[in-house]
């Protein structure tokens, strides 16, 4: 059952409460660089990114927030360090949250000042902690960094900024050491009410950080913690959106279009089922619909392991069959099951 949080809203995105997990990414272009981010965001949006945050280094990366907001279609997160001044510029810009750990920004009057300024704009705060940035006195209290820790670091902070009188908050506590932040998201969660954003920080490459962040995400929100989720990855960041998808799609949290299933073959395979599957997966991601495909690589097993699909293949000797609702209902050259998948999806529901 999903742990109970409060709503917030960013820009027009809810989080949090009953709303839907929602997908997150960061871009990696210079912000200031308004055309390159643009077209970055949008590629992003295409794939399904519903929030985009982006870093606000400079008062030139907080003027670009304003362009960039005008010809996006998803709400902009301002990540901030270090410089409240960034922060605050970053929301007379446009921005719809920002992104801040308060240890980092200095005085209590600095934090104060962005507080003041979120506030008269409505706008959420979101406090992020990260494993490289806890306090000295929580690392020497905890013996180094432990999941105690940053949840302590976390809670400090939203406590500060609650006690300025804001709460319009969203938390995130990351760290790249999988068991320790699953284990800190399940002791926050115990103790706010405030949306968690979750991630697995500098998680890798794409295939080692896909590993990383399903095996973290996936013991998160199968608790069910987690209002927002990114998946960190040294690559695309429209991959961070695919992974992020596959994710929720997998553990049934979120329908994010066909969901393709294929076999592992073996020695039954008689079809080139690795080239097919592929076809396939291209295929399906022009289509707006839910659905489970399947694709099996042999006439046997094939029909049966397809059963829980909506659709599917199983290809054999030359010879190919299609599935619906479990049935075989058509027998077919081979070659022509990809078109004949096609069809049915052109057709699907009419
Ligand atoms: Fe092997 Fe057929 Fe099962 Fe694929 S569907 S793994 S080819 S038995």
């Avoid at 870093?55 to 990366?61: F, G, N, Q, R, S």
């Avoid at 013996?143 to 709460?167: C, F, N, P, Q, R």
């Avoid at 760290?175 to 320790?180: A, R, T």
Wanted: glycine share 12%; aromatic share 2%.
């Amino acid at each position: 059952m999903r742990m109970h949080t409060r709503e917030v809203k960013i820009g027009d995105v809810k989080i949090g409460g009953e709303n839907p997990i929602r997908i997150q990414s960061m871009t990696n272009t210079k912000t200031q660089d308004v055309e390159g981010t643009v077209a970055q965001i949008l590629a992003l949006e295409a794939a399904g990114c519903e929030i985009i945050r982006s870093t606000v280094p400079t008062l030139e990366a907080a003027k670009a927030l304003g362009e960039i907001r005008k010809r996006i279609h998803i709400p902009m997160v301002a990540d901030i360090h270090f410089d409240y001044r960034m922060a605050i510029a970053a929301m007379e810009n446009g921005a719809d949250k920002i992104r801040i750990n308060p240890g980092n920004i200095g005085e209590a009057w600095k934090v104060r000042a962005v507080v003041d300024c979120a506030r008269e704009r409505g706008l959420p705060i979101r406090v992020g902690v990260n494993s490289g940035s806890l306090e000295k006195e929580i690392l020497e209290k905890n013996g180094g960094v432990t999941a105690e820790g940053l949840v302590e670091s976390a809670l400090d902070k939203v406590k500060l900024i609650e006690d300025m009188g804001y709460d319009n908050l969203v938390i995130s506590i990351k760290s790249s050491n999988v068991p320790m932040c699953i284990r800190a998201h399940q002791l926050i969660s115990d103790q706010t009410d405030h949306p968690l954003h979750v991630g697995i920080t500098e998680s890798g490459t794409v295939t080692s950080g896909t590993i990383k962040s399903s095996v973290g995400l996936g013991a998160i929100l199968s608790q069910g913690i987690g209002d927002t989720i990114r998946v960190s990855l040294t690559g695309d960041p429209v991959q961070e959106v695919v992974v992020a998808q596959k994710i929720l799609q997998s553990l049934g949290l979120r329908k994010c279009g066909i969901e393709v299933v294929s076999c592992p073959t073996c020695g039954r395979t008689e079809i080139d089922l690795i080239t097919l599957a592929n076809q396939v997966e291209a295929m399906v991601a022009g289509y707006d619909l839910n659905l489970k495909v399947a694709v099996m690589g042999c006439v046997v097993n094939g029909p049966g392991e397809a059963r829980e699909a909506d659709l599917g293949i199983a290809g054999g000797k030359g010879v190919g069959l299609l599935i619906k609702g479990g049935e075989v209902i058509r027998k077919l050259p081979e070659a022509e099951l990809l078109d004949a998948l096609r069809y049915e999806l052109d057709h699907w529901g009419r």
